[in-house]
């Protein structure tokens, strides 16, 4: 029998795995053989809305099924509570306040060799990646030095005849907000330009209205599309995509698939039309927050329905994914990665994300980790961050972790202790410059079951200059009952460490 040549790390990776029954075949971590690794990113995904997670709708049931031969996360955090940030921090393994791409005005890492790929390449890796998602697109393409393919952002949309997009396909990011300007102000209330807007608004509905008829069988609200670009998509073509690429390069391979959906408009499949409409299932009317956008609790609870709706969709996708993975023997030497870039709000008279909050439908979101082989659930309670992605696929390729990354590999995989839950953060500095320090913005820290949301100097606090929140967790878990008002012993200790942290990632941009 060929002998194995075992490192430290696989050493005590096996040795940490072993009471797991079996979740890697041994044969995978021989030096000589390294996984192909597939990361599967569903864009505004919370983790507060997964029936195996605690909700009270089943909005994945295929998953489920599937996660009983995975490593399931229940308490892991997104870096940021919207794309920007929250990808910066999933692709670089560190904290916004590091690589301050947080705003839509400057999407630009302040080091954008630090990233995944360029650590993967050395590592001998080929990197794919792609994305229906533009702002997501502006940050892989900062790695395309070190991507073996980044397919062009329209191939997974389906054709159309838009006047910017069609005309200026290698600007595409560029031209879609050129277009949107030249259709609207910022909220949408007006025309941008006298003459050109309406003209603009009437071919590109002319032609959303011709792509929905023909497929209003299958989408009876309309095709998926990104209401950024109105440019419309499905999540079909999205999977087939990865499918045709995932053996496509030479082996090692790492490929990165970063799909629009769950993500608002919410516009599902024909057969998750509507069936949550009469479910009779009620969530907890919450008091409203110091920034709201006055949404009232039934316009809550119809948005949520649909999201509810398009989840099962996503699930019916992911699973599809899987089993052709499965079927075509790609998973007995791929680690599959399933997570999310941030979640979904519904609460506190708000729709959505992009909003200064730190509530856990924002920031909380799924981590599911599929070892090839593994043929029993495995259930993690640490709180884990996004920023610990990337430390732990350096692990499984044999790669050192650089110092400039601010995770650590995650649980069961990691060489320190962490059954002790150590903070994790998640940053909104949209409100800051990017290029000084923090100066406005929610930072939220999770420490050992507590959680502190910090608001500071921002202008919409009516006159306040910070905001402070901190809530029980595991007594409190919708978020009703701010401690920070009640003296709470943590609520002191808690700001220092964090007003350390803030310091701390300020000091270059002072």
Request: glycine share 4%; aromatic share 12%.
């Amino acid at each position: 029998m060929e002998s194995l040549n075992l490192s430290r790390r696989d050493f005590l990776k096996l040795a940490a795995l072993a009471s797991f029954s079996s979740i890697v075949p041994i044969q995978m971590i021989r030096q000589s053989q390294k996984p192909n690794i597939i990361m599967v990113v569903f864009d505004a995904w919370s983790a507060k809305n997964i029936g195996f997670l605690g909700y009270p709708r089943q909005t994945m049931p295929k998953l489920a099924k599937l996660a009983d031969k995975a490593i399931v996360y229940h308490n892991h955090y997104a870096a940021g509570p919207w794309t920007i940030p929250g990808t910066s921090s999933l692709l670089t393994g560190t904290y916004p306040w590091t690589h301050h791409c947080i705003s839509q005005e400057v999407v630009q890492l302040v080091n954008p060799k630090n990233n995944l790929f360029r650590l993967m390449k050395d590592a001998g890796y080929a990197s794919v990646a792609a994305t229906h998602n533009m702002y997501a697109d502006m940050i892989l393409s900062q790695s395309d030095h070190w991507l073996a393919r980044h397919p062009h952002f329209t191939e997974m949309f389906l054709p159309t005849r838009f006047p910017f997009t069609r005309l200026f396909r290698k600007d595409i990011e560029v031209t879609g907000l050129a277009q949107r300007m030249a259709m609207w102000n910022t909220d949408r209330r007006y025309h941008s330009s006298i003459f050109l807007g309406e003209f603009f608004k009437q071919i590109i509905q002319v032609n959303l209205d011709q792509i929905n008829q023909t497929y209003k069988d299958q989408f009876p609200r309309g095709v998926p599309q990104i209401p950024v670009l109105d440019m419309p998509f499905l999540l079909e073509d999205g999977i087939d995509h990865l499918l045709k690429t995932s053996t496509s390069f030479a082996q090692p391979q790492l490929s990165y698939y970063h799909y629009y959906p769950p993500h608002k408009p919410y516009l599902t499949r024909a057969e998750f039309y509507n069936v949550f409409s009469d479910d009779g299932i009620t969530f907890p009317e919450k008091p409203r927050s110091h920034i709201t956008e006055e949404q009232t609790y039934e316009q809550e609870s119809l948005f949520r329905q649909h999201y509810d709706e398009t989840l099962l969709y996503v699930d019916s996708e992911f699973n599809r994914l899987y089993q052709d993975l499965k079927n075509s023997g790609q998973l007995e030497n791929t680690w599959l990665i399933l997570t999310s870039d941030h979640g979904e709000l519904f609460e506190r008279g708000n729709i959505g994300h992009e909003i200064p909050m730190g509530y856990e439908a924002l920031v909380k979101v799924p981590l599911l980790i599929f070892p090839p082989g593994q043929q029993t659930r495995v259930d993690i309670y640490t709180t884990t961050s996004a920023v610990d992605v990337l430390p732990t696929l350096l692990d499984l390729a044999g790669q050192p972790i650089p110092q400039w990354v601010e995770g650590i590999s995650l649980p069961p995989f990691s060489e320190v202790d962490n059954t002790t839950d150590r903070a994790v953060y998640s940053v909104h500095g949209w409100l800051s410059d990017a290029k000084s320090r923090f100066s406005q913005g929610v930072v939220t820290m999770v420490k050992n079951g507590m959680k502190l949301i910090f608001t500071f100097r921002d202008d919409r606090l009516s006159g306040s200059d910070h905001v402070l929140e901190l809530y029980d967790l595991a007594a409190d878990p919708e978020e009703l009952d701010n401690l920070y008002t009640k003296s709470h012993p943590a609520a002191q200790q808690m700001l220092a460490e964090m007003q350390a942290e803030i310091d701390r990632a300020d000091q270059p941009f002072r």
